[in-house]
């Protein structure tokens, strides 16, 4: 099911920051378990069509890390990032450092789900360094692989029954 009801929406509320808006007709928790769960991850978190994540770690504690690899089904190219889980509050807000493999320089990144009436509004702030590597981010195209890894997200939202209770 693709979501119709709102796309994702990106705004740049500060030099050094990103806002990503999306909402899901999912509960919270479900979206939570998308967001923590490697096997559900794996699933949506891919990009463009042509990728595939061969590497999907999640210690999901505070001071846990996380690492990501993806490869590109054309040319075996790969990239991937890494950080560390600094808060945790299941089911409604996580925040991570992330680091690119090879690069310095890091973002912290806040991701917030609220519910209301069954469906589930995620923002994601990342906070960059500086403004020009905001810029950068933003210039890799990365909310066109978001979007497209959301719609997939929708399908799992529309096809998995979660046990968890909604938050």
């Known amino acids: 099911m693709i979501n119709k009801m709102k796309p994702l929406t990106v ?3 500060s030099d050094r ?3 990503v808006t999306r ?3 999912a509960s919270r928790s479900l979206v939570w378990e998308c967001h923590t769960k490697p096997e559900l991850v794996r699933r949506w978190l891919l990009g463009p069509s042509g990728w595939s994540m061969p590497l999907c770690e999640i210690d999901l504690r505070v001071g846990g890390k996380y690492h990501y690899r993806w490869r590109s089904d054309a040319d075996g190219s790969e990239f991937g990032f890494n950080g560390i889980y600094r808060e945790i509050e299941a089911p409604a807000r996580i925040v991570t450092s992330e680091r690119f493999d ?4 890091e973002a912290l990144n806040t991701l ?3 519910e209301r009436n069954g469906k589930t509004t995620l923002s994601l702030t990342m906070l960059f360094a500086s403004r020009e590597a905001r810029d950068a981010a933003l210039a890799t195209g990365m909310t ?3 979007e497209t890894s959301y719609q997939r997200l929708d399908q799992i939202a529309g096809s998995t029954t979660s046990t968890a209770s909604t938050g």
């Open 112 to 114: 917030v789900l609220t």
């Open 144 to 146: 066109t692989g978001m």
């Open 11 to 13: 705004e740049t509320p």
């Open 17 to 19: 920051e990103i806002l």
């Open 23 to 25: 909402i899901f007709d």
């Open 102 to 105: 090879d690069a310095d320089g």
